[in-house]
């Protein structure tokens, strides 16, 4: 293994420690921390990064291209921690089979941070600009002199074994499942999987939302099986709304959004300084008159240059009998592309095809985004297509037939008035906007502005107010017993969010909002307390409130609420 010894004073001793709870994946803000960030590969551009706090709650995450994350990335290392009247110490393992490393190299990209949350403080050991991250590699410093093993076949194993038993009525019975996944790594730049009755029981659940939002909430992949080398597998171009031809979550589920079982399938990665490539196959099994689906997807992408790199991908879905009893195939074809100007300025991009097995119909998906990010000022655009006829069957589209675009323009504003409490103010402005890709006519339109009080604890305020247009063309459902009639609507939006500091053992957190929506009023409240007495233990009670009044129709009354409570 690779082993990282960690000393982390404090002058208050182990009464200066804040940790939040023992959660993997913990707030990277809100708790004392120590991350260790590596480019094994040596590209300089991409990065893997363990984190521990001083209770030894593991984090860890795959970083590509200094700012796109896979954050539910886990592997296997070990950690010990020790609190006492100096601070902390940690004693971090890493063992050479959880990372992929060139063969022969000595010298690997590293840095090191540490968050010191008490003063909302992070410093790192080689410096990075306030606007960038730690992970960005090419401000990262050098570990020379190792000596890895050499690359050797590496084999582990991931078994389930699922039973239940059932009695109601008089009638019952036992049944059970086994299955689980192998992964082999016969050189550190190559890994194959494989997996067969893929289990997903310890998946985290989603967490429910009230939408009411005209096009569809993309949530998160969480199967640990589909989160492994997700990056590479990822292709949109980060803009909010989300445009991808590929997205794991169409795996497993039917067209209804229900869960149907995985046969098997396989997948290779192959991960070098410039090359980054795989393969993915599964198949599936069908409900409702479907049969089995077979799912594939290749990916290959090539560094150019010391920032930027160019890509393309393959996907295709085959069901072996569609609606009308025959089999059909669905296929996408992708270019993409990442361009670093300069350690500030950076594009991105994607353009996809895609062809529909049952109609026949062939679309067009494209993201983009180019932006600037200084210590002082952001400005930058997002763009997303996507046709009437672009249905990536192994993909994700949050609306059809749009053109969507948003220009913003960010200040990080740091006076030397601003009172010792304050670390510094964010003003705002952001336009997103839908326009009909035939016609060019407006879709919906929302202009949002704020100015951000950010305090030297963490904790935040700030007001904001939205303008919104709304011209949907046919009846638009929101929840049950609410539904929008065509038309062209305007309307202002006003709200304040506030935040007390969260590492805190108690803190609150609001978000209040009211004005016109559609032909009727929202007024809508969000609001979560959290309770902290010791990190072994933590409360959250979150509550969400929306009142629609004459939404839809004159005289309309609806009120939702959704608690959740977590402990």
């Known amino acids: 293994a690779l082993y990282v010894g960690i000393e982390a004073d404090d002058s208050l001793g182990e009464a200066g420690i804040r940790v939040q709870d023992l959660r993997r994946k913990f707030d990277y803000f809100q708790n004392d921390l120590v991350g260790i960030v590596l480019d094994p590969v040596g590209d ?24 796109r994350y896979n954050r539910e990335w886990e592997t296997v290392w070990r950690v010990r921690t020790r609190r006492g009247p100096r601070g902390w110490t940690a004693e971090v393992a890493i063992p050479w089979s959880s990372l992929r490393y060139r063969a022969g190299a000595t010298t690997w990209g590293l840095n090191v941070v540490r968050g010191a949350r008490r003063f909302n403080e992070f410093s790192g050991w080689s410096p990075w600009p306030r606007n960038l991250t730690v992970y960005r590699m090419d401000f990262a410093g050098r570990l020379d002199g190792l000596a890895p093993p050499p690359p050797r076949t590496d084999l582990a194993w991931r078994p389930y074994l699922l039973g239940d038993a059932l009695r109601a009525d008089g009638d019952g019975g036992a049944r059970g499942n086994v299955g689980g996944e192998v992964i082999w790594r016969p050189t550190t730049a190559l890994q194959v999987e494989g997996t067969i009755n893929t289990d997903f029981a310890q998946a985290d659940v989603d967490r429910q939302v009230v939408n009411l939002r005209r096009f569809g909430v993309f949530f998160p992949e969480r199967r640990q099986f589909f989160l492994e080398n997700a990056s590479l597998f990822t292709v949109e171009s980060g803009t909010s709304f989300v445009v991808t031809p590929f997205f794991s979550r169409a795996i497993g589920l039917d067209a209804a ?133 672009y249905r990536p069957a192994t993909g994700f589209v949050s609306r059809g037939d749009v053109l969507f675009t948003s220009p913003a323009i960010i200040t990080d504003w ?21 326009h009909g890709p035939r016609d060019g006519a407006l879709q919906e339109a929302v202009a949002t502005s704020f100015f951000d009080v950010f305090f030297m604890n963490g904790a935040l305020i700030y007001p904001y107010v939205e303008e ?11 929840i049950p017993g609410v539904a929008v009639a065509a038309g062209r609507y305007a309307y202002r939006r006003t ?8 590492s805190a053992r108690l803190s609150a957190t609001l978000d209040a909002n009211t004005g016109g929506f559609f032909d009727g009023t929202l007024d809508r409240v969000t609001t979560a307390v959290r309770w902290v007495p010791r990190p072994q233990l933590a409360a959250e009670l979150s509550w969400d409130a929306s009142r629609l009044r004459d939404v839809g129709a004159p005289g309309t009354r609806v009120t939702t609420h959704l608690v959740a409570p977590e402990l």
């Open 495 to 502: 709200g304040i969010v506030a935040r007390s500091d969260r």
């Open 44 to 67: 300089g551009r991409n990065s893997v990064s363990f984190q521990v706090t001083p209770y030894g709650a593991q984090r860890e995450l795959e970083v590509y291209d200094g700012d």
């Open 468 to 478: 919104h247009r709304q011209r949907p063309v046919s009846t638009v459902p929101l």
């Open 257 to 389: 959004g229900e869960p149907v079982p995985i046969r098997g399938g396989v997948r290779a990665v192959l991960r070098d300084a410039r090359t980054n490539a795989g393969a993915l196959a599964i198949r599936q099994g069908g409900r409702e008159g479907r049969g089995d689906a077979t799912i594939g997807v290749a990916r290959l992408s090539r560094n150019v240059g010391a920032q930027s790199r160019i890509g393309g991908m393959l996907t295709a879905r085959h069901d072996a009998a569609g609606p009308a009893g025959g089999a059909i195939t669905s296929t996408t074809a992708t270019a993409d592309a990442f361009i670093r100007f300069s350690p500030t300025s950076n594009a991105s991009w994607m353009v996809s095809t895609s062809r529909d097995g049952a109609t026949g119909r062939q679309g067009w998906g494209w993201s983009g985004f180019a932006g600037r990010q200084t210590n002082t000022l952001y400005t930058g655009i997002l763009s997303a297509l996507a046709t009437d006829a």
């Open 414 to 434: 740091r006076p030397r008035w601003r009172p010792s409490f304050v670390r510094n103010f964010r003003a705002a402005l952001i336009v997103d906007t839908w």
